[in-house]
């Protein structure tokens, strides 16, 4: 079994593979990464970087890609800002 760490994603603790990106751990929460202006939940669609359809807040800092941050143990992520 792959190591785990546990990150936190709209304040639930969530384990998830070592070397697991942020995005990973969004969808396994069952959260969307964010909403669009008219309220349509949205999520990962590239998965490289180039469509920002998957923007979070992560430890703070706005607008993360989170399919190209890898998660690291106890990293918060809000995807409800």
Do not use: Y
């Amino acid at each position: 079994m792959p190591e785990q760490i546990t990150v936190t994603v709209n304040g639930t603790s969530i384990a998830v593979p070592l070397g697991a990106t942020v995005a990973v751990a969004i969808v396994l929460a069952g959260a969307p990464c964010r909403k669009s202006v008219s309220g349509e939940p949205r999520g990962p669609l590239c998965g490289m970087g180039v469509c920002f359809e998957c923007r979070a807040v992560v430890n703070g800092q706005s607008h993360c890609r989170s399919c190209q941050v890898v998660c690291q143990p106890g990293m918060e992520v809000k995807t409800d800002e």
